[in-house]
């Protein structure tokens, strides 16, 4: 888990020689940096000139990276939530107001000096933008002299206001000698305590890491995952990844650790997962990443995220990286009207394209086409365009124009190949694909898939129910397919017949993908592999 943090006074210049500043030090960020890198988090700390001038304050485990000016800070904060942390805690004393910097130095003859001032943007506003949903916010007020109602409803207007998860608010009346007292709040509750500085740092950090489901000891279990160095959650990531932890009700921390081992350790005995780098998907869709070389990784997606900021086109409100695996491949973005998925052309692949669409067809989210071929091949995928322009927003919800097919496929576990025919008719004449066809009305997937693979190849499906089953969408704009497939087990495995349709054999696993793949062929014969343990 990586946090950012922000601490101190910013400096604003006001000649080249004097500044305009605060009286904060910035050592309650410390102490709070100190308590998050003792539990195990990756810290990077922005901290003050006055901040930098006291190392001894902060752990040496924490990253620190120095600031002066609002600008200064602003700079800052943008290049450390290009990859947004897990957690992001705004403690510096940010100036609201900046002087007009006069050139040179201001000469000290006069009996009075006016400074003209400027209302500096809010940075606490912009967090949410630039972080998303999945980083939990940390704001903080301090107001001096009011009630404990009125602290408290200003620091529920800047929860509100810059969409924040937790705000600490303080009374600067209330401190005294080794006495920080403090607010936590949020929506529903306010929970006061009255304690040291040190002490209110760690009831904070234990706080904000019980809410994410962060268990400090549970850190321990990378240790005895082989070539993993590191894990890090991410929240509502887009990935194809490693394992998927199937149990619907988890308390997170330790009991979320143990779910993610379990997945990990069936997708090892599977042989999908041999060691090294891994993602995780967990029920809330928040991803557990574990990374063999954590620096080899932030500098790909810092490589993605600046390439895909040079694009231009749609605003991005917030851009986060898309995985296969604990490998960035792409973008996700986050606009206006929607989202869109991106990865450059050395990232491309039938069988990765096909499988990120399967991703995100469940998904209620809205994505934005930018070319023909684009619009073309989600349409293809069940999503439904909203205009015929060349940029065009595409809704997975509102396609109901789907036609139902299905498909059988034969195994050979021994042999390790499977039943492909190549088309002899129609407009896949060609492709090598699974038996399969149409659903006849009133009739069930399995049962069509049963009856194509007789009618196209003389063959009967094996006794029983199949060991797979899975729907893919395959098409174009103008007409798309909802293919059920299914798959049985065959260990004598029979020759086909040939057929006006197809013309079949028996095809290894490792020859199937250099065939010409009818669409969506190279997701399912990827997904049979991995319940193979191939």
């Known amino acids: 888990m990586r946090a950012v943090i922000t601490a101190g006074g910013t400096s604003e210049p006001i000649d080249d020689v004097r500044v305009l500043s605060n009286l904060s030090r910035g050592r309650f960020g410390a102490y709070i940096a100190n308590a998050l890198v003792e539990r195990g988090v990756q810290v990077t700390l922005l901290a003050s000139r006055a901040l930098m001038a006291q190392p001894g304050w902060v752990d040496p485990r924490v990253r620190r990276v120095g600031f002066g000016s609002f600008a200064e800070l602003d700079a800052a904060l943008q290049e450390h939530t290009r990859v947004p942390p897990e957690l992001l805690f705004m403690a510096a004393a940010v100036s609201d107001y900046s002087p007009v910097r006069a050139p040179g130095k201001i000469r000290s003859k006069s009996e009075a000096l006016v400074l003209h001032l400027s209302r500096n943007p809010k940075l606490l506003s912009t967090l949410r933008q630039r972080c998303g949903p999945?980083?939990?916010?940390?704001?903080?007020?301090?107001?001096?002299?009011?009630?404990?109602?009125?602290?408290?409803?200003?620091?529920?207007?800047?929860?509100?206001?810059?969409?924040?998860?937790?705000?600490?608010?303080?009374?600067?009346?209330?401190?005294?000698?080794?006495?920080?007292?403090?607010?936590?709040?949020?929506?529903?509750?306010?929970?006061?305590?009255?304690?040291?500085?040190?002490?209110?740092?760690?009831?904070?950090?234990?706080?904000?890491?019980?809410?994410?489901?962060?268990?400090?000891?549970?850190?321990?279990?990378?240790g005895r995952v082989r070539g993993v160095s590191e894990v890090r959650r991410l929240g509502s990531a887009v990935a194809l990844p490693t394992a998927t932890v199937a149990e619907p009700e988890l308390g997170g921390g330790a009991d979320e650790v143990a779910a993610?081992?379990?997945?990990?350790?069936?997708?090892?005995?599977?042989?999908?997962?041999?060691?090294?780098?891994?993602?995780?998907?967990?029920?809330?869709?928040?991803?557990?990443?574990?990374?063999?070389?954590?620096?080899?990784?932030?500098?790909?997606?810092?490589?993605?995220?600046?390439?895909?900021?040079?694009?231009?086109?749609?605003?991005?409100?917030?851009?986060?990286?898309?995985?296969?695996?604990?490998?960035?491949?792409?973008?996700?973005?986050?606009?206006?009207?929607?989202?869109?998925?991106?990865?450059?052309?050395?990232?491309?692949?039938?069988?990765?394209?096909?499988?990120?669409?399967?991703?995100?067809?469940?998904?209620?989210?809205?994505?934005?086409?930018?070319?023909?071929?684009?619009?073309?091949?989600?349409?293809?995928?069940?999503?439904?365009?909203?205009?015929?322009?060349?940029?065009?927003?595409?809704?997975?919800?509102?396609?109901?124009?789907?036609?139902?097919?299905?498909?059988?496929?034969?195994?050979?576990?021994i042999g390790r190949s499977v039943l492909l025919g190549r088309r002899l008719t129609g407009a896949g004449a060609g492709l090598w694909a699974f038996p399969g066809g149409r659903v006849q009305v009133g009739e069930s997937p399995a049962a069509a898939a049963a009856r194509e693979l007789y009618e196209e190849t003389g063959l009967d499906s094996p006794p029983g129910p199949p060991f797979y089953s899975a729907s893919v969408h395959v098409g174009d704009g103008e007409q798309a397919w909802r293919v059920h497939s299914h798959a049985w087990l065959h260990l004598d495995p029979p020759e086909p017949v040939a057929t006006r349709e197809l013309e079949s054999r028996w095809v290894p696993f490792e020859q199937a993908g250099s065939l010409a793949l009818a669409p969506g062929m190279r997701a399912i014969l990827y997904a049979l592999e991995r319940v193979l343990g191939g």
């Open 260 to 413: 993610a081992y379990r997945a990990l350790g069936a997708a090892a005995l599977s042989g999908s997962y041999r060691g090294g780098a891994f993602s995780v998907l967990l029920p809330d869709g928040a991803l557990l990443l574990g990374l063999a070389d954590a620096a080899v990784h932030d500098r790909r997606c810092e490589s993605l995220l600046g390439a895909h900021a040079r694009l231009g086109g749609e605003p991005a409100l917030h851009r986060q990286p898309v995985y296969d695996g604990a490998v960035p491949v792409g973008v996700w973005a986050q606009h206006e009207g929607g989202s869109t998925l991106w990865h450059p052309e050395a990232e491309r692949s039938p069988l990765r394209s096909d499988r990120f669409a399967q991703c995100l067809a469940g998904r209620r989210v809205r994505l934005l086409a930018r070319s023909p071929a684009e619009r073309d091949f989600w349409a293809g995928h069940g999503f439904m365009a909203l205009s015929t322009d060349p940029a065009v927003w595409l809704s997975p919800a509102m396609r109901g124009d789907l036609r139902q097919a299905a498909s059988a496929a034969l195994v050979d576990p």
């Open 134 to 222: 999945g980083s939990f916010l940390v704001g903080f007020k301090l107001l001096s002299g009011v009630s404990d109602a009125e602290l408290i409803a200003v620091a529920r207007a800047q929860l509100e206001h810059g969409s924040l998860d937790l705000c600490v608010a303080n009374d600067l009346a209330k401190f005294g000698p080794g006495l920080h007292p403090v607010v936590l709040v949020d929506a529903q509750e306010a929970v006061a305590h009255r304690t040291s500085k040190a002490q209110a740092a760690t009831l904070l950090v234990d706080e904000v890491l019980g809410r994410v489901g962060w268990e400090p000891r549970g850190s321990g279990w990378v």
